[in-house]
Structure formats: structure tokens, C-alpha cells
């Protein structure tokens, strides 16, 4: 059984920061990719960074520039740092890895989400 937690969302003013965590757990053999998507109200799930395990990452055009996407692989845990926040960037975040557990081959898992919201 594999569990992803994200912590760190909440209310933040436009131009605000906030710092997203991910932490996998349970008897995994290997994470591989890594990655956040976000879910507006009446929106479909987007994605918002990915990284691989050696480090390589992908943005979306929005976020690009603002957001970092990094990992701790001794930690299996990932994290979003999101700076200069607008009210659009307003979601319910999840994150996302590919994982191997022991016996078995990778599988993609999703956390439950934490909300992110900006207004002043």
C-alpha cells in the first residue's frame, strides 16, 4: 500500500509564497517521477511541474518562472515552491509519483490534495 500526503496550502494574498510538500510512504522499492497537477472549481486537472529522479523538470507555461518543483530522494518527497501567487493559480493541489513497490511493477498513485487560495 503506498500513501502520498501533501501538506503546506492554505490562504495566501496575491504576491504571496507558499511551499507544497509530498511525502510517499509505504514499502516502496523505487519513486520515479514526481509531479504536481492543480484543480480549479468547474476546471479540469492540470498539470503544473514534473521532475525525474535525476532532477530533470517540466513546467506548465503559467507557472513557469514562479513555481519550483524539487525533490528529496532519501526523503521520497516533493515539493512545490510557488512565489509571486495570482487569485488564478486558486486550486486544490495533488501530487502525483510513479512508484515501485517491492514484487511489483510502477504505478501511478495520487495524493488526496491540499487547497491553495489566494485573495486579498
Known amino acids: 500500500q503506498v500513501q502520498l500526503v501533501e501538506s503546506g496550502g492554505g490562504l495566501v494574498q496575491p504576491g504571496g509564497s507558499l511551499r507544497l510538500s509530498c511525502a510517499a510512504s509505504?514499502?516502496?522499492?523505487?519513486?520515479?517521477?514526481m509531479g504536481w497537477h492543480r484543480q480549479a472549481p468547474g476546471k479540469q486537472r492540470e498539470l503544473v511541474a514534473t521532475?525525474?529522479?535525476?532532477?530533470?523538470?517540466n513546467y506548465a507555461d503559467s507557472v513557469k518562472g514562479r513555481f519550483t518543483i524539487s525533490r528529496d530522494n532519501n526523503k521520497r518527497t516533493v515539493y512545490l515552491q510557488m512565489n509571486s501567487l495570482k487569485a488564478v493559480d486558486s486550486a486544490i493541489y495533488y501530487c502525483?509519483?510513479?512508484?515501485?513497490?517491492?514484487?511489483?511493477?510502477?504505478?501511478?498513485?495520487w495524493g488526496q490534495g491540499t487547497q491553495v487560495i489566494v485573495s486579498s
Open positions: 502525483n509519483a510513479d512508484i515501485q513497490l517491492y514484487g511489483s511493477i510502477p504505478k501511478d498513485s
Open positions: 521532475i525525474t529522479r535525476s532532477g530533470s523538470t
Open positions: 509505504g514499502s516502496i522499492f523505487r519513486v520515479n517521477d
